[in-house]
């Protein structure tokens, strides 16, 4: 059984605040970017490019890349060199092309060119790690897992969901407490709030929606950090200040 963090004294354990947490996060996302797609295959494709990149640049990308390559095995069989010029603007293309490619071969070798339907099969692809199979077996078959990005890994230690770091111990605390049916949608409205709200320096807590739901693990060491490190800045830079002067 996965561990869940201690909140704070006077909050309820995270099982019964993450219901809540999720209908304001709900009302307050009602809807977010997602990428377009028709079908498993186009998601998976797109869902490698949207490492490093948004979802609204790869949604700009993919209608010319799928109709010069409808299929897996049009991509296993492509020209790299084509694929690297089509995904450009998407950003680290050639390793997404290289990705792309070996994928789609992995796909038609191994899987009848399908995209295979569960996790265990998908993270054997390359390029797909548990994230990026979580987000097509939730939109694409209906099998909700947690995806946990660094935003949802951040949001769910500050919210007490969860102590661990590792990403994969994070996705296993949330299945716990985190009801089937709202699984996916719940870990889109952490990213966004994360993006928006929960940054990860410098959380807006007196503008936050969840502030009376969150113990705000780990945020007071965040203001302390950046305290010590403007004091240790500052007579840095009056030291530079002063020699220059000496200098003149
Ligand atoms: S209250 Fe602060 S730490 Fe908690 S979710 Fe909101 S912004 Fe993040």
Redesign the pocket.
């Known amino acids: 059984m996965e561990e869940s963090a201690t909140p704070a004294p006077k909050l309820p354990p995270a099982r019964e605040r993450v219901g809540p947490i999720n209908q304001r996060l709900a009302a307050l996302y009602p809807e977010f970017e997602g990428l377009n797609h028709d079908g498993s295959f186009q998601l998976l494709i797109a869902v490698i490019l949207s490492a490093q990149c948004t979802d609204k640049r790869v949604n700009l990308i993919t209608p010319a890349l799928f109709a010069r390559f409808p299929t897996s095995r049009d991509f296993a069989e492509c020209d790299i060199k084509e694929l690297e010029q089509l995904i450009k603007p998407s950003g680290f293309y050639k390793n997404k092309a290289k990705n792309i490619r070996a994928c789609c071969v992995g796909m038609v070798t191994r899987f009848g060119g399908e995209v295979p339907r569960t996790l265990d099969d998908l993270v054997t692809l390359p390029g797909i790690g548990r994230k990026t199979a979580n987000v097509i077996l939730g939109h694409a078959f209906e099998t909700p897992g947690v995806t946990v990005d660094t935003h949802v890994g951040r949001?769910s230690r500050?919210?007490g969901l969860t102590r661990h770091r590792n990403p994969v111990k994070v996705e296993f605390a949330l299945l716990e407490i985190v009801p089937q049916e709202e699984r996916l949608h719940f870990s889109g409205r952490l990213i966004m709030?994360g993006r928006k709200?929960?940054v990860a320096r410098k959380?807006?807590?007196e503008e936050?929606t969840?502030?009376d739901l969150?113990p705000?693990i780990g945020?007071k060491g965040l203001a302390a950090k950046r305290k010590r490190k403007k004091k240790t800045v500052a007579p840095q830079r009056t030291q530079r200040a002063q020699s220059k002067t000496e200098s003149k």
């Open positions: 949001l500050r919210l709030h709200v929960c959380p807006r807590c936050c969840i502030a969150c705000k945020v």
